[in-house]
């Protein structure tokens, strides 16, 4: 108890915030689990003093004395982790740093982590995974049986892009004659008319089947790329296609990922959601 006391009065004092976990470190994390809290005798850059960890949303994390936190998949062996830095003083900003291909729920429960470090209430709602982006109630031109269908965001976004397509194509098309009654001219030839022994052709007949397609003449935009695990991801490898050099399709919005978008679409693309982005795009390359 001597040493545990040594070390807490030795960490940085933040004026006015205590991390959500306690001073000492003692008090679990809302909504954590498999909680364990460690101390080390000499203070390092990878033991500071004093730590808690566990689980929280299904993510491994740990948040330490000295203002810093790391979620990632795992404990032992991470494939990715998002690491964040505050400092003591009040007021201080904290930085935040990311390695791999996080799970696209990690930035929402780190932001929680780290309202946790500068000393603000939190709750197990906080570190709740957020529901996926869906939409339900797809129009009856997308070609969707079920209309009450939920599709995930990325999903979503090919299949409007396919009905806004579709929809482009047959404004395009010059509309066909319609007829009513008897012919109104009488110099007009009287229409020709198929007999019943006769079969449609061959592409008439296909429609008939089928009914008629949503898709456009040829595969373009995302029908050309495997969707990925994030919007982002979706985006990167949308843009590599288009011929642009967004870096790996690691899921992060880095510069280069921002420079390539830019490169493709003009100045006007920064300002756009990841949504946004991918229709944008899509539209565009589609378009060619």
Request: proline share 10%; hydrophobic share 40%; aromatic share 2%.
């Amino acid at each position: 108890m001597k040493m545990i006391a040594a070390l807490a009065a030795a960490l940085p004092a933040m004026a006015g915030a205590e991390p959500c976990v306690g001073p000492n470190f003692d008090r679990d994390l809302p909504g954590a689990v498999s909680v364990e809290r460690r101390s080390s005798d000499v203070p390092t850059a990878r033991y500071p003093g004093i730590w808690q960890e566990g689980r929280i949303a299904g993510f491994a994390y740990q948040i330490a004395s000295d203002y810093s936190a790391v979620l990632s998949d795992s404990h032992d062996a991470p494939s990715w982790q998002i690491a964040v830095l505050c400092g003591p003083d009040e007021g201080a900003s904290c930085d935040r740093t990311t390695a791999g291909a996080p799970d696209p729920a990690a930035g929402a429960i780190a932001d929680a982590l780290t309202r946790c470090l500068m000393g603000e209430a939190v709750t197990a709602a906080d570190f709740t995974r957020p529901d996926p982006a869906t939409i339900s109630g797809l129009p009856a031109e997308t070609g969707v049986p079920d209309p009450e269908r939920n599709l995930d965001s990325v999903a979503a976004i090919a299949t409007a892009a396919g009905a806004q397509r579709a929809a482009e194509l047959a404004t395009s098309q010059p509309a066909a004659p319609t007829s009513s009654g008897a012919d109104q001219d009488p110099d007009r030839p009287a229409a020709i008319t198929a007999t019943l022994d006769q079969a449609p052709p061959a592409e008439t007949a296909r429609q008939n089947d089928l009914g008629p397609s949503i898709l456009p003449d040829a595969p373009c935009g995302l029908q050309l790329i495997e969707p990925g695990n994030s919007t982002v991801q979706t985006l990167q490898r949308l843009l590599a296609r288009a011929g642009q050099q967004p870096g790996p399709d690691d899921g992060v919005m880095g510069n280069r990922t921002r420079d390539a978008l830019i490169a493709e679409l003009g100045p006007q693309a920064a300002a756009l959601s990841t949504e946004d982005a991918i229709r944008a795009l899509n539209e565009s390359m589609c378009q060619e």
